[in-house]
C-alpha cells in the first residue's frame, strides 16, 4: 500500500523552526515529485513548496529565504525545513506525490495521486 507519512509538526514561537519529515511507504520517491501543501483554518489549500521528480525545488512567495525542501531517497523521506516561522505559517501541513512531474507542475496540488494526512504547525508566543 503506497502512503506518505508526514512528522514533526508542533507549537513554536515566532521565529522558531522546524522540520518537517515526509516518509513513503509502499514505493521508492526516486522518481516521483513531493509537494508540500497547508491549510490554514478557514482558508483555501496552498501549495508551499515542492521538488520536482528531476530536483529542481519550487517555493510560494511567502516562504522564500525562510524554507528548504530537500529530499534523501536512501531515507525515502523528503523534509521540509521552515526557519523564522510566523503566525501565519499555523496550519495543517501535507505532503503529497506524483511520479514523473517535472518542473515546477509538482506546486500544483491538482495533479498530485498521493496524499498525507497533514500535520499541525502552529506558530505563537
Known amino acids: 500500500q503506497l502512503q506518505l507519512v508526514e512528522s514533526g509538526g508542533g507549537l513554536v514561537q515566532p521565529g522558531g523552526s522546524l522540520r518537517l519529515s515526509c516518509a513513503a511507504s509502499?514505493?521508492?520517491?526516486?522518481?516521483?515529485?513531493i509537494g508540500w501543501f497547508r491549510q490554514a483554518p478557514g482558508k483555501e489549500r496552498e501549495g508551499v513548496s515542492c521538488?520536482?521528480?528531476?530536483?529542481?525545488?519550487n517555493y510560494a512567495d511567502s516562504v522564500k529565504g525562510r524554507f528548504t525542501i530537500s529530499r534523501d531517497n536512501a531515507k525515502n523521506t523528503v523534509y521540509l525545513q521552515m526557519n523564522s516561522l510566523k503566525p501565519e505559517d499555523t496550519a495543517v501541513y501535507y505532503c503529497a506525490g506524483q511520479k514523473r512531474l517535472y518542473g515546477s507542475s509538482c506546486q500544483n496540488a491538482g495533479v498530485m495521486d498521493y496524499w498525507g494526512k497533514g500535520t499541525l504547525v502552529t506558530v505563537s508566543s
Open positions: 509502499g514505493f521508492t520517491l526516486d522518481y516521483y515529485a
Open positions: 521538488i520536482s521528480s528531476g530536483g529542481s525545488t
